[in-house]
């Protein structure tokens, strides 16, 4: 949670909201691994957040989808929600590349 | 017209939570049903947010309920803002943890969507606002702003159920707001397909330049409600729902009467006055003297020590206490002690339901005995003559609960067809004054008569009416050969009699003294006459006596006679013979 980073790198702080282990979550999360090893590799920070454990951050980023990809950092903030299936929309929506 | 049952079942019934919002939980009966969702539309600015808002502050405030209202259009700030007119201080009780504020921001152009997801994030959202201050009530304003931050309508549509479903499990109070939809729709996304168990609906519509808005409940289910459309006020006090129609006529009656102000006046009504918690009509022309009755009324209220509420639709307050000094009426000193309160509108300052709104309001507040409305002509100005009747109905009807008197005047244009028809009221009030200009001789003057005063006996007589110095005074008219004489002609007349009166004093005495005269000279003839018989009584009587004397005295002679021949002596003894 901390924001402690070394601004020197290009670095790619994510964050990944979900509730409990249901399949969409896993499924997210295994797909945004997958993104982040083949585009950003070394250069990424994934976060899970599980709001049933932490209700509390649910507000802070304005979540309401489950599961909802934040890209913190560089910003804008840009917010992805589903299950991240779809690969070319995620990084169009991550500006991993450009649309 | 529905007809509240007194007798409650015995059975339990749908409990319900009250909203706090005056008039809203009588039409409710009780309020919003508790634990299930509520759904109020409407179209833009018509109070959806208000009244919900409403509802969560006065369950924290009055019902020690907490709340937790979810904007998804406001941010907070805005809210607290936009409702610190109304007196609420979100701010102090957001500390007091007896409400939660909670802005949802949905921004498109931040969102992607890529596969599948649901809404559990609000749902975790909503269920640790709810339980952080163990909120009974929760608002959602409004919830149609997902569809415009998300395109997945399918998934949409199950969470929201899903999200209603939660709602009623979770056992809190809901409202949900949503935006009037195109056509018959109540709001743009269907919402009105997830809550089937209460749903109001708000308007705001404009008419001849003036709004009202308006409360209906559309459906509520397992409960009786009513169901017209009630107007509401939004002012400095939040929301007032008015329940006007309930039109039952088992109002409660005062043999108890209230006496004008004006001696004379009370003289005409059986010699007491009003009928407490009865209405009356004061009609007439411009300028016959309508206000300084119904001032004369207020200022007889207040030194009974009474409250009074005068309405004043034409004239500023301060017009008329300065008027009313004039004839000698004091309504300052009323004011100063908190006894009359002036309420002066235009009436085209907003509709009749919101001056209907506005008079309950004022009534409630102030709680007078006596109330005075002048005039109520003005109000055709803002509507019809049979809205301007109606809602003179439900005034009266409202009235004569809280056992309040009523004066209303009423201006007549013309006095021949205003006679009958003044705004249709004459026929609702109990009783009816009608001043009214007799012209005649050059000069106008008012007179007044009663019309009618229900129940109780009255005058028939027409009085002429006199505003001078020393205040309002009815007299007697004077009712001469040349019919009803009023003014200076009355005056004239009554000069003409004493006249007349003097003369025939005088010519009486005269009349009199010649009598007297006259019975002296006969009685003095009288006297002459008796001594005139007298004397010939005498006379007679002499010639009597002479005959007797003379009759005696021959009879003497003849024995001396007798007994000389018979030579007796004059002892001897008489022989007797005849």
Same mark, same amino acid.
């Given at each position: 949670?901390?924001?402690?980073?070394?601004?020197?790198?290009?670095?790619?702080?994510?964050?990944?909201?979900?509730?409990?282990?249901?399949?969409?979550?896993?499924?997210?999360?295994?797909?945004?691994?997958?993104?982040?090893?083949?585009?950003?590799?070394?250069?990424?920070?994934?976060?899970?957040?599980?709001?049933?454990?932490?209700?509390?951050?649910?507000?802070?980023?304005?979540?309401?989808?489950?599961?909802?990809?934040?890209?913190?950092?560089?910003?804008?903030?840009?917010?992805?929600?589903?299950?991240?299936?779809?690969?070319?929309?995620?990084?169009?929506?991550?500006?991993?590349?450009?649309? | 017209?529905?007809?509240?049952?007194?007798?409650?079942?015995?059975?339990?019934?749908?409990?319900?939570?009250?909203?706090?919002?005056?008039?809203?939980?009588?039409?409710?009966?009780?309020?919003?049903?508790?634990?299930?969702?509520?759904?109020?539309?409407?179209?833009?600015?018509?109070?959806?947010?208000?009244?919900?808002?409403?509802?969560?502050? %006065?369950?924290?405030?009055?019902?020690?309920?907490?709340?937790?209202?979810?904007?998804?259009?406001?941010?907070?700030?805005?809210?607290?803002?936009?409702?610190?007119?109304?007196?609420?201080?979100?701010?102090?009780?957001?500390?007091?943890?007896?409400?939660?504020?909670?802005?949802?921001?949905?921004?498109?152009?931040?969102?992607?969507?890529? !596969?599948?997801?649901?809404?559990?994030?609000?749902?975790?959202?909503?269920?640790?606002?709810?339980?952080?201050?163990?909120?009974?009530?929760?608002?959602?304003?409004?919830?149609?702003?997902?569809?415009?931050?998300?395109?997945?309508?399918?998934?949409?549509?199950?969470?929201?159920?899903?999200?209603?479903?939660?709602?009623?499990?979770?056992?809190?109070?809901?409202?949900?707001?949503?935006? /009037?939809?195109?056509?018959?729709?109540?709001?743009?996304?269907?919402?009105?397909?997830?809550?089937?168990?209460?749903?109001?609906?708000?308007?705001?519509?404009?008419?001849?330049?003036?709004?009202?808005?308006?409360?209906?409940?559309?459906?509520?289910?397992?409960?009786?409600? !009513?169901?017209?459309?009630?107007?509401?006020?939004?002012?400095?006090? #939040?929301?007032?729902?008015?329940?006007?129609?309930?039109?039952?006529?088992?109002?409660?009656?005062?043999?108890?009467?209230?006496?004008? #102000?004006?001696?004379?006046?009370?003289?005409?009504?059986?010699?007491?006055?009003?009928?407490?918690?009865?209405?009356?009509?004061?009609?007439?022309?411009?300028?016959? #003297?309508?206000?300084?009755?119904?001032?004369?009324?207020?200022?007889?209220?207040?030194?009974?020590?009474?409250?009074?509420?005068?309405?004043?639709?034409?004239?500023?307050?301060?017009?008329?206490?300065?008027?009313?000094?004039?004839?000698?009426?004091?309504?300052?000193?009323?004011?100063?002690?908190?006894?009359?309160?002036?309420?002066?509108?235009?009436?085209?300052?907003?509709?009749?339901?919101?001056?209907?709104?506005?008079?309950?309001?004022?009534?409630?507040?102030?709680?007078?005995?006596?109330?005075?409305?002048?005039?109520?002509?003005?109000?055709?100005?803002?509507?019809?003559?049979?809205?301007?009747?109606?809602?003179?109905? %439900?005034?009266?009807?409202?009235?004569?609960?809280?056992?309040?008197?009523?004066?209303?005047?009423?201006?007549?244009?013309?006095?021949?067809?205003?006679?009958?028809?003044?705004?249709?009221?004459?026929?609702?009030?109990?009783?009816?004054?009608?001043?009214?200009?007799?012209?005649?001789?050059?000069? %106008?003057?008012?007179?007044?008569?009663?019309? /009618?005063?229900?129940?109780?006996?009255?005058?028939?007589?027409?009085?002429?009416?006199?505003?001078?110095?020393?205040?309002?005074?009815?007299?007697?008219?004077?009712?001469?050969?040349?019919?009803?004489?009023?003014?200076?002609?009355? /005056?004239?007349?009554?000069?003409?009699?004493?006249? !007349?009166?003097?003369?025939?004093?005088?010519?009486?005495?005269?009349?009199?003294?010649?009598?007297?005269?006259?019975?002296?000279?006969?009685?003095?003839?009288?006297?002459?006459?008796?001594?005139?018989?007298?004397?010939?009584?005498?006379?007679?009587?002499?010639?009597?006596?002479?005959?007797?004397? %003379?009759?005696?005295?021959?009879?003497?002679?003849?024995?001396?006679?007798?007994?000389?021949?018979?030579?007796?002596?004059?002892?001897?003894?008489?022989?007797?013979?005849?």
């Amino acid at each position: 949670m901390e924001i402690d980073e070394i601004t020197e790198d290009k670095k790619w702080e994510l964050r990944l909201y979900v509730a409990g282990k249901t399949p969409k979550s896993v499924t997210a999360l295994a797909n945004l691994k997958k993104y982040c090893e083949e585009h950003l590799k070394g250069q990424y920070r994934i976060e899970v957040i599980d709001l049933l454990v932490q209700p509390q951050l649910a507000e802070g980023d304005q979540i309401l989808a489950i599961p909802t990809l934040v890209r913190k950092v560089p910003e804008p903030i840009r917010k992805i929600i589903g299950d991240l299936s779809n690969e070319e929309k995620v990084l169009v929506g991550l500006n991993i590349r450009p649309a | 017209m529905s007809i509240t049952k007194q007798n409650k079942p015995a059975y339990p019934t749908l409990p319900k939570t009250s909203t706090g919002i005056i008039g809203l939980d009588e039409i409710t009966e009780g309020g919003l049903p508790t634990g299930r969702p509520t759904l109020i539309c409407g179209e833009a600015g018509c109070g959806k947010t208000l009244m919900s808002i409403e509802f969560i502050v %006065r369950g924290a405030i009055e019902f020690n309920e907490p709340g937790v209202f979810v904007a998804f259009e406001e941010k907070s700030d805005e809210l607290a803002m936009n409702v610190a007119s109304l007196g609420f201080d979100l701010k102090k009780l957001q500390e007091e943890k007896m409400l939660r504020v909670d802005h949802v921001h949905i921004d498109r152009s931040e969102i992607e969507e890529t !596969g599948e997801y649901d809404l559990e994030g609000l749902f975790i959202r909503l269920n640790y606002a709810i339980d952080s201050i163990g909120a009974k009530r929760i608002v959602l304003d409004t919830l149609e702003n997902l569809f415009a931050g998300l395109d997945n309508q399918a998934v949409l549509r199950t969470e929201i159920r899903r999200l209603f479903n939660w709602l009623k499990e979770k056992g809190v109070t809901a409202i949900i707001t949503g935006e /009037k939809g195109d056509g018959n729709s109540l709001t743009r996304q269907g919402l009105e397909e997830y809550v089937s168990d209460c749903v109001i609906l708000l308007d705001h519509r404009v008419i001849n330049q003036i709004s009202t808005r308006r409360l209906r409940i559309i459906k509520y289910r397992g409960t009786v409600h !009513g169901t017209n459309e009630y107007p509401f006020l939004i002012d400095e006090d #939040g929301i007032s729902v008015l329940p006007v129609t309930s039109l039952k006529l088992a109002k409660q009656v005062s043999t108890e009467r209230v006496s004008t #102000g004006i001696p004379a006046l009370d003289e005409m009504l059986g010699g007491k006055g009003f009928y407490k918690g009865g209405s009356t009509l004061v009609s007439g022309t411009a300028g016959t #003297g309508k206000t300084s009755i119904s001032a004369y009324f207020a200022n007889e209220a207040c030194n009974r020590g009474q409250r009074c509420v005068y309405f004043a639709m034409e004239e500023s307050p301060n017009q008329i206490i300065r008027n009313m000094r004039s004839i000698g009426v004091d309504l300052k000193k009323h004011i100063d002690a908190g006894l009359l309160q002036f309420n002066a509108t235009r009436p085209n300052m907003y509709g009749l339901e919101m001056h209907l709104v506005a008079i309950h309001k004022v009534i409630k507040k102030f709680k007078p005995a006596v109330v005075i409305m002048d005039p109520i002509t003005n109000f055709i100005n803002v509507g019809s003559v049979s809205e301007v009747k109606n809602m003179l109905v %439900r005034l009266i009807d409202f009235l004569q609960d809280e056992q309040i008197t009523v004066m209303f005047t009423a201006l007549s244009l013309n006095t021949i067809v205003n006679e009958q028809t003044d705004e249709g009221v004459s026929s609702l009030v109990d009783s009816w004054l009608l001043v009214r200009d007799i012209e005649f001789n050059g000069e %106008r003057n008012r007179g007044l008569y009663v019309m /009618k005063a229900r129940g109780m006996k009255h005058s028939n007589q027409v009085r002429e009416f006199v505003i001078s110095d020393d205040g309002l005074n009815l007299i007697d008219v004077y009712l001469g050969p040349d019919g009803v004489l009023t003014g200076s002609a009355r /005056k004239q007349q009554i000069l003409l009699e004493q006249t !007349g009166a003097a003369i025939h004093t005088h010519s009486i005495g005269r009349k009199d003294r010649e009598i007297a005269r006259k019975r002296k000279v006969l009685e003095a003839k009288i006297a002459s006459l008796n001594s005139e018989y007298e004397s010939v009584e005498e006379e007679l009587n002499k010639v009597y006596l002479e005959d007797e004397l %003379r009759k005696q005295i021959l009879e003497k002679n003849r024995e001396e006679i007798t007994r000389i021949r018979r030579g007796e002596t004059a002892t001897a003894k008489p022989t007797g013979g005849k």
